[in-house]
T-cell receptor, first 112, second 109 residues
């Protein structure tokens, strides 16, 4: 049983560019949450997707958008990248009635 | 509002016991998670406390006091591989997890 997978592992972009990160949830999970983790900080909630809709959103600008597909996989898109967007982006999946979230390995985004 | 506090760094000796504290102030509370995160890796689940008291799982134990808004993670017989960041996170039901900044534990010989 594959756990949560994310791609790519690492990514380097320049300011102003756009990026798309991908996540496949653990088998049997229908809810996907995205977190941003800056160096030395705890993960910060970006948004959560369930049934292909954004269910909740954290305190992130509209440059951050997402999507969930019928197979429950998800994408995180960030437009007009800023240097401060450099971070580890974590995807976590869960079953809608369960509390525990399983994290993927993350995508390390560097914005130059 | 939501606020989670835990110490930034701790150092302990191999074979010793260390206690990592976490205090929380959240609107609505179901339970408290502890995650371990090695540098550059994803957080991995350690424990989830809903009821007051101590829950033991091998070398790791976690304690919760709902009335005091307080939890701790206890690590016994420390090993070098326990060097990592330890994150506590509040679960408020339908809202997403709120994480503390993490406690970076260094285990020294």
């Amino acid at each position: 049983d594959a756990g949560v997978t994310q791609s790519p592992t690492h990514l380097i972009k320049t300011r102003g560019q756009q990026v798309t990160l991908r996540c496949s949830p653990k088998s049997g999970h229908d809810t996907v949450s995205w977190y941003q983790q800056a160096l030395g900080q705890g993960p910060q909630f970006i948004f959560q997707y369930y049934e292909e809709e954004e269910r909740q959103r954290g305190n992130f600008p509209d440059r951050f958008s997402g999507h969930q597909f019928p197979n429950y996989s998800s994408e995180l898109n960030v437009n007009a990248l800023l240097l401060g967007d450099s971070a580890l982006y974590l995807c976590a999946s869960s079953r809608t009635r369960d509390n525990e979230q399983f994290f993927g390995p993350g995508t390390r985004l560097t914005v130059l | 509002g939501q606020n989670i506090d835990q110490p930034t760094e701790m150092t302990a000796t191999e074979g010793a016991i260390v206690q990592i504290n976490c205090t929380y102030q959240t609107s609505g509370f179901n339970g408290l998670f502890w995650y371990q995160q090695h540098a550059g890796e994803a957080p991995t689940f350690l424990s989830y406390n809903v009821l007051d008291g101590l829950e033991e799982k091998g070398r790791f134990s976690s304690f919760l006091s709902r009335s005091k808004g307080y939890s701790y993670l206890l690590l016994k017989e420390l090993q070098m591989k326990d060097s990592a960041s330890y994150l506590c996170a509040s679960d408020s039901g339908n809202t997403p997890l709120v994480f503390g900044k993490g406690t970076r534990l260094s285990v020294i010989a």
